[in-house]
């Protein structure tokens, strides 16, 4: 099983992106998924998470700026970012509870992608 995230990059402060992350491999099922960040120097931190029935939670610094969605049947975790600032600038992570086989299940995180938002 892998995540593959994308859609990271330059952009100006107020601005938008969207991140993508696609599970693939052997996959029964897929429960929590979620963004993380780690900014430099510091500790990684949960910034989104969504249910397998589209229950949401945020961390209070991008509510009402940022968006994160599923699409079950493709496997994919999206994060639509607006209004940018610069103290957004991290590495994001997707995360995924997978399992790949019944009774067993994983916790798997993507290679991160990196957003950077100049001032």
């Known amino acids: 099983v892998q995540l593959q995230a994308s859609g990271g990059g330059l952009v100006q402060a107020g601005g938008s992106l969207r991140l993508s992350c696609a599970a693939s491999?052997?996959?029964?099922?897929?429960?929590?998924m979620g963004w993380y960040r780690q900014a430099p120097g510091k500790q990684r931190e949960v910034v989104a998470t969504?249910?397998?029935?589209?229950?949401?939670n945020y961390d209070d610094s991008v509510k009402g700026r940022f968006t994160i969605s599923r699409d079950n049947a493709k496997n994919t975790v999206h994060l639509q970012m607006n209004s940018l600032k610069p103290e957004d600038t991290a590495v994001y992570y997707c995360n995924a509870d997978i399992r790949p086989e019944p009774l067993k299940q994983y916790n798997y995180w993507g290679q991160g992608t990196l957003v950077t938002v100049s001032s």
């Open positions: 491999g052997s996959i029964l099922y897929i429960g929590a």
């Open positions: 969504i249910t397998y029935g589209g229950g949401t």
